[in-house]
């Protein structure tokens, strides 16, 4: 079955052609600005499963100033030196990244998100 993409100007014009809510499946894609225009105008969005995230979930640290990386010491590649398992696993995927993405990564934004992750999944 093909998917439905929706944009912010299609949501628009469901809730002023009166629709109050949206069936939400596989086959239903939201734009960012799509499910926040949603969110904003009130139009439900209803999940056929309740933890199904959207297509393209909002990503609020991406817009935000990056915080600045917690304190220690930066070596000759711009890492930050940390407690030895927590530097080592952060300094591997950090390589990681960076050998894949080049350039293209902020380096400040790469530290912020390594450690959200170490934090979320209890290694810190």
Not at 4 to 9: I, K, L, N
Not at 20 to 46: F, I, Q
Not at 64 to 73: C, D, E, I, L, V
Not at 91 to 117: E, H, N, Y
């Amino acid at each position: 079955m093909p998917k439905e993409f929706y944009t912010e100007r299609d949501i628009e014009d469901l809730v002023k052609r009166g629709v109050m809510s949206l069936d939400m499946n596989e086959n239903v894609v939201l734009t960012e600005l799509a499910y926040e225009k949603a969110n904003r105008l009130g139009l439900k969005l209803n999940q056929s499963r309740p933890d199904n995230p959207p297509a393209a979930p909002v990503r609020p640290y991406l817009s935000q100033k990056a915080a600045p990386p917690p304190a220690g010491r930066v070596d000759a590649e711009g890492a930050i030196s940390r407690s030895a398992p927590e530097a080592d696993l952060a300094g591997r995927i950090r390589s990681a990244v960076i050998s894949k993405m080049g350039s293209q990564v902020d380096p400040a934004l790469l530290d912020v998100i390594i450690q959200r992750v170490l934090k979320s999944t209890g290694i810190k």
